[in-house]
């Protein structure tokens, strides 16, 4: 079983769209766990950590679920510069696992 | 932003000749790591240094190997690749490896490394 699970999309959603990200990580014990976004041809950047009380940070929302192990992303009022893939991310305490990511295009 | 700079960007090598991938961060981090990225697969971790020790070998196969001749400073050598090691290497770093600081990884623009 792969440690961290996400939809590989592709998203296309309209402009002004709201569009929801899941990931499932396998690895009860993870301590930490992340947003990260990597446009196409650069590197991972992260874009926000998850938190059990869910938190929020202008028109992205994230939140963790422990008891299902279960992370969300949610995008409000898409621009078209979300476009990007999105990467889930678990620190397990040893280790960094990313998920292969969610491709996500704003369409004007 | 030139908190991790790699070089160079872009590498095309044979199967036989041996070239060094080059990872420099100027964040005053004590961690760095080597991933590889490979089209429709996750990030895979390959090493871990925390204050130019290695903590993690990934189960790297031999013909990859990492040099940390300080905390700023992170090399890949290369030596009779295949053509499947053809992937995106990236480097990154974070302010040590356990806890908090372990939490934020910067990345460097990585090496696209094509093997013939």
């Known amino acids: 079983r792969k440690e961290v699970e996400q939809d590989p999309g592709p998203f296309n959603v309209p402009e002004g769209a709201t569009v929801a990200f899941n990931c499932t990580y396998s690895n009860s014990a993870s301590q930490s766990f992340f947003w990260y976004r990597q446009d196409c041809r650069k590197e991972p950047k992260l874009l926000m950590s998850v938190y059990s009380s869910g938190n929020e940070d202008g028109r992205f929302t994230a939140q963790l679920n422990r008891a299902s192990q279960y992370i969300s992303l949610l995008i409000r009022d898409s621009k078209l510069s979300d476009s990007a893939t999105y990467l889930c991310?678990?620190?397990?305490?040893?280790?960094?696992?990313f998920g292969t990511g969610t491709s996500l295009t704003v369409i004007p | 932003e030139t908190g991790v700079t790699q070089t160079p960007r872009h590498l095309v090598m044979g199967m036989t000749n041996k070239k060094s991938l080059k990872c420099e961060q100027h964040?005053?981090?004590?961690?760095m790591y080597w991933y590889k990225q490979s089209a429709k697969k996750p990030l895979e971790l390959m090493f871990v240094?925390?204050?130019?020790?290695?903590?993690e070998n990934n189960s790297v196969p031999s013909r990859f190997s990492p040099e940390c001749p300080n905390s700023s400073h992170l090399f890949l050598h290369l030596h009779t690749l295949q053509p499947e090691d053809s992937a995106l290497y990236l480097c990154?770093?974070?302010?040590?490896?356990?806890?908090?600081?372990?939490?934020?990884?910067?990345f460097g623009p990585g090496t696209r490394l094509t093997v013939l």
């Open positions: 240094y925390n204050f130019k020790e290695q903590t």
């Open positions: 990154a770093s974070s302010p040590g490896t356990s806890g908090i600081e372990a939490d934020t990884q910067y």
């Open positions: 991310v678990v620190n397990t305490g040893n280790q960094f696992y």
């Open positions: 964040l005053g981090h004590n961690a």
